[in-house]
């Protein structure tokens, strides 16, 4: 069974990191590329960041090219998200995606709020 587990969320003032973990199982997860999702209140869910299956490439949203970074550790089953220089628009619940078995899976999402 595919599972995914997010973590890292919280409450951070604008200029701040937070760093947010996606823990998989169920599956091969270094044969899989992984992606990090966000929605905001009102609106739709939005990709922020995809990772290959061996790290070697990632695209980004534009909104956040140069302030966040996505990595992975295939020993351990998990890919993460840091982000640097958070402002308020990232505030958002974060989710982990992967397409396996030609079905989507998410996590059940960890919430970042950005605010002062």
């Known amino acids: 069974q595919v599972q995914l587990v997010e973590s890292g969320g919280g409450l951070v003032q604008p200029g701040g990191s937070l760093r947010l973990s996606c823990v998989a199982s169920?599956?091969?997860?270094?044969?899989?590329?992984m992606s990090w999702y966000r929605q905001a209140p009102g609106k739709e869910r939005e990709l922020v960041a995809r990772i290959t299956s061996a790290g070697g490439s990632t695209n980004y949203a534009d909104s956040v090219k140069g302030r966040f970074t996505i990595s992975r550790d295939n020993a351990k089953n998990t890919v993460y998200l840091q982000m640097n220089s958070l402002k308020p628009e990232d505030t958002a619940v974060y989710y982990c995606k992967v397409i396996w078995s030609g079905r989507i899976y998410w996590g059940q999402g960890t919430q970042v709020t950005v605010s002062s």
């Open positions: 169920g599956f091969t997860f270094s044969s899989y590329a």
